[in-house]
């Protein structure tokens, strides 16, 4: 007797998501659950695993020789155990994707508040003081450094075109991408920088973006720059970036990603002026479960099923990405 196939979902999906995945899979059994005292049971023998959880206990994991596929809730997969899973043979694919409106959006507003004194007339609206603050910047036709671009990058380069913006784009292949005016690999981000008005970090964290942000190439910005960073919190040297902003070496911050999380009560970026602060919250949305189940998880799931490899955001173990 053939023992069903078991899918375990570690997130509460709203019953219309469920119900595509049991038209997908009706002759699986699916567990889902958000109780981690339920996970242990199907950890040891689930074949896929939509989620991930630092509190599961691993050794049932890797002790589960039937799992072959694990679909991420998160874009990054920095915090998993990457070799441990390549050691495994298990296939891994992200959520990369889910967050390019809201996190381009916030991009934007950032951008936007920064140029226009938007975060100083909030301060000021909370004191009652009627202060235009010096506002006089414009961001029509001024020039974007994406750092990173991937899907997120992306939209953000279409939306800068909007703004009339040049867009220039560093990527570690150096392949050109729409919407992006000139693009440059990793190793000419030092000679990109001068050029920029804005840069807006969207990398992920590995091996080689780790503390890529330093002393060395904040010297390399305009001071009058904005910096913006969506990515990871550890790809920029935060004492570096303090120090940058503290000089006036550039000229302010949108910071939504921290070395420590939640940002230290004791850190200087909460008392500047030139800086706006957001709790890890830019790829929030009303959609995220819905963006993640059907433009990723069930086609995804639909490739696994006809050739026991799912396609989209496959990530790559050496890459990290």
Request: glycine residues 6%; proline residues 4%.
């Amino acid at each position: 007797m053939t023992l069903s196939k078991k899918l375990l979902i570690t997130h509460e999906l709203p019953s219309f998501l469920l119900d595509q995945i049991k038209t997908a899979i009706p002759d699986w059994n699916i567990y889902m659950s958000t109780d981690s005292n339920d996970w242990d049971q199907h950890l040891q023998d689930a074949e896929v695993i939509l989620g991930w959880h630092s509190k599961w206990d691993q050794q049932k994991l890797w002790s589960n020789d039937q799992l072959k596929w694990i679909q991420t809730w998160s874009a990054g997969v920095n915090s998993l155990p990457l070799q441990q899973l390549a050691a495994q043979n298990i296939q891994l694919t992200s959520a990369n994707g889910v967050h390019s409106y809201p996190i381009s959006e916030t991009v934007f507003a950032l951008m936007l508040a920064l140029t226009r004194n938007i975060h100083t007339y909030i301060r000021n609206q909370i004191n009652k003081g009627w202060n235009d603050s010096g506002n006089t910047l414009e961001m029509h036709n001024k020039t974007i450094g994406i750092i990173g671009v991937g899907a997120i990058g992306q939209e953000i380069a279409k939306l800068a075109k909007a703004f009339g913006m040049k867009v220039l784009g560093v990527r570690h292949s150096g392949k050109p991408a729409p919407y992006v005016d000139e693009m440059y690999p990793q190793s000419e981000l030092k000679n990109t920088l001068p050029h920029c008005d804005y840069v807006v970090i969207t990398l992920p964290l590995t091996e080689d973006t780790y503390h890529l942000f330093d002393k060395t190439l904040f010297e390399k910005m305009k001071k009058s720059a904005f910096f913006i960073n969506i990515g990871r919190g550890e790809i920029v040297k935060e004492d570096d970036l303090i120090a940058a902003l503290q000089n006036g070496n550039i000229a302010g911050a949108g910071l939504d990603v921290f070395e420590t999380e939640p940002l230290q009560q004791t850190s200087p970026l909460w008392e500047m002026d030139n800086v706006i602060i957001t709790p890890h919250t830019s790829g929030a949305t009303e959609h995220y479960a819905k963006r993640v189940i059907e433009d990723i998880f069930l086609p995804n799931l639909k490739s696994y099923l006809e050739n026991s490899q799912p396609t989209i955001n496959t990530v790559h173990y050496q890459k990290g990405y």
